[in-house]
C-alpha cells in the first residue's frame, strides 16, 4: 500500500510523476475540474445573490466515479498532496477536491511544480504549503461573474436576436471585431504619389523638399515633380551608425499565440492543445518528461538555474561573446508573475535531439519556443545602418541599407526574423560627389484602412487593453467564431450580422458595462482579491447591483426581433408560420404560439450507412433528443443495435465485432484494434 496519494489533473502526467517519486506514492488524475456550480436556484444561476454569493456546487457530470476512486485511495494513505497546475484555476481544483474528499489541513498539502522533470517534481515536495484561500476566491470570483453575465445576458440575447450567447470577456473582444469593422467602412481613401530614382545597385526614394516634409496629392503634382528633376543627383551625406538589435523575451502565452500563428499558421486553440501536450509530457526515448514550462503564463521571468545553464550551453556552442543579459518584463501592471516565461525544461533537450518522438506540428512549436528562450539569453545582433541623402534640385532623396556586423541571437534565430543584408555602395569613397539615375518613376497610391483583426492581433489587443487572462484567449477565438458571429476570411476576422446585432443591442442597453475599461478594471479587481487586498464579496455585490437593473430593463425595452415569415400559414389556427429557433437548430412553428403550440414536422431524408449486423436491417443516420447524430437500426424496437460512431459496415479482423470511424480513424467496438483511414 503506497504511503501517499498524489493527484493530478491531467492522466497523462501520473506514470512520470509517480516515477519520479517512488514507489511511496500513488498518483491519480482528477482528470480536470471535478465540481462546478448547479443551475439551481435564482435564475439558474447556482449562486445565492442575495446571501453573500454563496456559491452551490454540484458534481460534474461524468465525475462521481472519478471522485469515488479518490476518495477510497485516500482513506488508504497517510497522506495527500494536491498537485493540480500552477495558476488560479489549479488552486481552486485542489480546494475543490479538498471539499469533495473532506480533506483537513493535517490529511493533505499542496504541491505546485512550473514544469514536469524529476528535479523541479521532488523540489516541489520538499517546499508543500496549504491551498490560498486568496486565489481560490479570485478563481471563484471570476467564475461567479461569469456565470452571471453568461447566463442573464445569454438568454436576453437568445429572446432578443438571433445570437446564442454573450459573455464577459467574448462580448468585449466582439466589439473590438465590430468597431474595426465599422472603421474599415467608414473609411475613405486618400490618394498619393511616390518618386522613386533608380541607380545601378540600389534605389532611392522622394521624401523631403528643400528638406520639409513633402507629399504628392496627385498625377499632376508628381508630373511636375518629375519635369524638376535631372537624372544627376548630388550626395548629400552618408551617415552610419552602428545599432544593437535585441532579442526578445521568453514567450508568453499570449506572444507564443501571436507568433505560433504569424510564423506557423496554428490558431490559438491548436497552439495552447500542444503546448498542452509539450507540457505535460512527452515519451522519450529512456522517460516521458515534460518538455516546456506551464504555458499559461504572462510573466517572462527565467529561473536562476535555467538561466546559469543556458549560459553554460551558450559559451560552450558559441562563445562567451555570444553570452546576453536576462530580459526584463517594462510592463508591471495586469502581470500576475506566478511563474515562469514559456521556455524548454532543459537547455540540453535541444529540438534536434527530440524530434524522433515529436509530431510535425509539435516539433515545430518546441523549436520555436527553444530557440526564442535561448536567443532571450544571447548577446543582440550588430548591424551597421547606413543612410543615404541625395539632392536632385532641392527635392531630397533616401536611401537606406543595413549590414548584420555580428549576427549575436540571430545565430539561432534567424528562421523568426526578418533581419536581411540590404546592401548600399560605399558612397562616402567615392570621388565624384555625383550619381547617374538609370530612370526616374512615379507610382499611384491610395491610403489603406485599417486591417482587420487576426487571431494573433486580436490577442495582443486584448493583452494590451487588459481584456482577459492567459487562459482565456483562445477560448474567446474559438467561442467567437464558434457561435457564428465572426468568420475567418483570409485569416481576418469578419463580423456576421448576428454578431453585429448583438454588439449593438449589448452597447444600446449595456455600454457602461460591455466595454473595454471596465472589463480591464474588472481583471484588477480579481488581481486584488488574489493578492488579499480586496473583498470578493463587496466587488460581487458592487457588480450586481449595477448589472442586473440594467439587465431587467433590457428585457422590458429591448425590441423581440421579429420571426421570419415561411410564407405558409398554420394549418390549425391559420396563422402564420414563422422559422424559430431551438435548443437543436431552427423549426418551423405558428406565429401565434403560446395560443397555438402547433410545430410543423421537417420531413428528414434518410441516410442509410451499412446493413444492421444483427437484424439484417439497415443502419440509418438518426438524432438524439439532445440533437447528436447517432447511427441505429431503421428496425428499431425490434432491433435496438446503435452506435454514437460512423459504423463502416466492416467486420474487425481480430473479434468479428463493427468497426466504425472516429477521427479519421478505423477502430473496433470491441476490442483494441485501430488502422488508419484510407
Same mark, same amino acid.
Given at each position: ?69 479518490? $476518495? ?9 498532496? &494536491? ?72 438568454? &436576453? ?162 562563445? $562567451? ?36 518522438? &515529436? ?130 476570411? !483570409? ?56 448589472? !442586473? ?71 440509418? !443516420? ?5 440533437? $447528436? ?31 466504425? !470511424? ?17
Amino acid at each position: 500500500m503506497s504511503k501517499n496519494l498524489v493527484i493530478v489533473e491531467s492522466p497523462s502526467k501520473t506514470k512520470p510523476i509517480e516515477k519520479y517519486l517512488g514507489s511511496d506514492y500513488k498518483v491519480l488524475s482528477s482528470k480536470g475540474h471535478v465540481r462546478d456550480l448547479s443551475t439551481h436556484g435564482k435564475y439558474g444561476l447556482g449562486v445565492d445573490v442575495d446571501n453573500d454569493f454563496k456559491p452551490d456546487y454540484i458534481t460534474m457530470k461524468g465525475k462521481k466515479s472519478v471522485i469515488d476512486e479518490l $476518495k477510497k485511495e485516500s482513506k488508504n494513505v497517510s497522506h495527500v498532496y &494536491l498537485a493540480t497546475d500552477p495558476d488560479r484555476e489549479g488552486e481552486a481544483i485542489s480546494w475543490h477536491l479538498q471539499k469533495v474528499l473532506d480533506l483537513t489541513d493535517k490529511d493533505y498539502d499542496r504541491v505546485v511544480f512550473n514544469e514536469i522533470t524529476k528535479n523541479a517534481v521532488v523540489d516541489a515536495f520538499n517546499h508543500t504549503r496549504k491551498i490560498d484561500t486568496n486565489l481560490v476566491n479570485s478563481q471563484e470570483t471570476r467564475r461567479i461573474l461569469d456565470r452571471i453575465i453568461g447566463f442573464r445576458l445569454s438568454r &436576453l440575447i437568445q429572446s432578443k436576436t438571433d445570437g446564442s450567447s454573450a459573455g464577459r470577456v467574448q462580448s468585449v473582444a466582439l466589439k473590438l471585431i465590430v468597431d474595426r469593422e465599422r472603421e474599415i467602412n467608414a473609411f475613405t481613401p486618400e490618394e498619393y504619389w511616390t518618386i522613386e530614382a533608380v541607380f545601378p545597385s540600389f534605389c532611392a526614394n522622394l521624401f523631403n523638399y528643400n528638406h520639409k516634409d513633402f507629399k504628392i496629392k496627385n498625377e499632376v503634382e508628381a508630373n511636375e515633380v518629375l519635369n524638376n528633376l535631372s537624372n544627376t543627383f548630388e550626395i548629400e551625406s552618408v551617415d552610419k551608425k552602428n545599432r544593437e538589435k535585441q532579442s526578445k523575451p521568453p514567450f508568453t502565452t499570449s506572444t507564443l499565440e501571436q507568433d505560433a500563428s504569424n510564423k506557423l499558421g496554428f490558431n490559438a486553440k491548436k497552439t495552447m492543445q500542444i503546448a498542452q501536450k509539450l507540457y505535460e509530457g512527452i515519451e522519450l526515448e529512456n522517460e516521458t518528461v515534460g518538455l516546456i514550462t506551464y504555458m499559461r503564463t504572462d510573466s517572462i521571468r527565467l529561473s536562476s538555474e535555467f538561466i546559469s545553464a543556458t549560459y553554460k550551453y551558450i559559451e560552450a556552442k558559441y562563445g $562567451k561573446e555570444y553570452i546576453g543579459s536576462v530580459k526584463v518584463s517594462k510592463k508591471q501592471e495586469n502581470v500576475q508573475d506566478a511563474h515562469e516565461g514559456i521556455r524548454p525544461t532543459s537547455i540540453e533537450r535541444t529540438p534536434e535531439k527530440v524530434k524522433p518522438f &515529436l509530431s510535425n506540428d509539435e516539433y515545430k512549436l518546441y523549436r520555436m519556443i527553444y530557440y526564442r528562450a535561448l536567443a532571450s539569453l544571447m548577446k543582440s545582433a550588430g548591424t551597421i545602418n547606413t543612410t543615404v541623402i541625395l539632392n536632385n534640385n532641392n527635392y531630397q532623396f533616401k536611401a537606406t541599407g543595413q549590414i548584420v556586423s555580428f549576427d549575436g541571437y540571430l545565430i539561432v534565430y534567424k528562421d523568426y526574423e526578418d533581419t536581411k543584408d540590404t546592401i548600399l555602395p560605399p558612397l562616402d569613397e567615392y570621388n565624384s560627389k555625383v550619381l547617374v539615375s538609370t530612370s526616374i518613376n512615379k507610382e499611384q497610391h491610395f491610403t489603406n484602412p485599417p486591417s482587420r483583426y487576426t487571431e494573433a492581433k486580436l490577442i495582443k489587443e486584448m493583452e494590451e487593453l487588459g481584456i482577459g487572462r492567459p487562459s482565456t484567449y483562445a477560448t474567446t477565438m474559438d467561442i467567437i467564431k464558434k457561435r457564428g458571429y465572426a468568420t475567418l476570411v !483570409e485569416k481576418k476576422f469578419v463580423p456576421t450580422t448576428t454578431g453585429i446585432e448583438i454588439t449593438d443591442k449589448l452597447q444600446e442597453f449595456f455600454s457602461h458595462l460591455i466595454n473595454v475599461e471596465y472589463t480591464a478594471n474588472m481583471e484588477n479587481d480579481l488581481d486584488k482579491i488574489a493578492e488579499g487586498s480586496a473583498d470578493y464579496i463587496k466587488i460581487l455585490r458592487s457588480f450586481y447591483d449595477e448589472f !442586473e437593473p440594467s439587465v431587467k430593463n433590457a428585457f422590458e425595452a429591448m425590441p423581440k426581433k421579429e420571426a421570419e415569415k415561411t410564407g405558409e400559414n398554420c394549418p390549425e389556427c391559420g396563422s402564420p408560420l414563422v422559422i424559430r429557433k431551438g435548443k437543436y437548430g431552427e423549426f418551423t412553428a405558428c406565429s401565434n404560439y403560446p395560443k397555438c403550440k402547433y410545430i410543423k414536422q421537417e420531413e428528414r431524408k434518410i441516410v442509410e450507412v451499412c446493413n444492421c449486423p444483427k437484424c439484417g436491417g439497415k443502419i440509418v !443516420e438518426k438524432r438524439s433528443k439532445k440533437g $447528436k447524430i447517432f447511427y441505429g437500426c431503421n428496425n428499431y424496437p425490434k432491433c435496438k443495435e446503435a452506435y454514437w460512431d460512423k459504423p463502416t459496415g466492416k467486420a474487425c479482423p481480430n473479434c468479428n465485432s463493427m468497426l466504425v !470511424e472516429k477521427k479519421k480513424v478505423i477502430k473496433c467496438i470491441n476490442c483494441d484494434y485501430e488502422s488508419s483511414l484510407k
